[in-house]
């Protein structure tokens, strides 16, 4: 990028030996600086850590055991995978017998939006669906798929649609 930024500066200042040259550095300086910040970049990945009322452990460490159902390994993928493809939010994770539930604040109060939890076989996850549209009071959608990709695509529209996370555009 900056190859081409310096072709074209080249080309509008015909960079002279003489002081002409130094005006252009400066110039190049200022068209890179701004070129660093007005280039789109890579949305910031997801923040997902675990609850601070159990941090005890991490969020990596809890699921880092290992068990005849293969939760924690299982566990392990999704939740690196949603750090790396999940929508830019800060989230936090309360665990409960191997399930991990999606706050939108660092508190066990906070409603539980998302849970989901993995093994070798299934993962399961579910949504409460924002009261204005439940038919009962903690009425809550549930999904069941094999596929680890998949998994992270449902949990992602599960969040938005959820409604805890109102910067998340609904689907």
């Not at 990945?45 to 159990?54: A, K, V």
């Not at 566990?75 to 493809?85: C, D, F, Q, S």
């Amino acid at each position: 990028m900056f190859a081409v930024l310096r072709r074209s500066l080249s080309a509008i200042f015909s960079l002279q030996p003489s002081g002409g040259q130094c005006e252009a550095r400066v110039l190049m300086r200022r068209a890179q600086h701004h070129a660093a910040f007005t280039t789109p970049r890579a949305p910031m990945p997801m923040q997902l850590t675990r609850c601070s009322e159990q941090s005890r452990q991490t969020l990596d460490s809890f699921y880092a055991t290992e068990d005849d159902l293969g939760v924690g390994p299982t566990m392990t993928k999704i939740i690196e995978r949603l750090r790396v493809v999940g929508p830019d939010l800060r989230v936090w994770g309360l665990t409960s017998l191997h399930h991990l539930y999606l706050l939108a604040e660092d508190s066990s109060r906070s409603p539980w939006y998302v849970s989901f939890i993995a093994s070798d076989a299934e993962i399961r996850l579910n949504y409460l669906i924002p009261a204005d549209e439940a038919p009962w009071p903690g009425a809550r959608v549930v999904g069941i798929t094999t596929d680890i990709d998949e998994a992270v695509e449902m949990i992602t529209k599960a969040m938005s649609l959820s409604g805890g996370w109102p910067s998340l555009p609904r689907p």
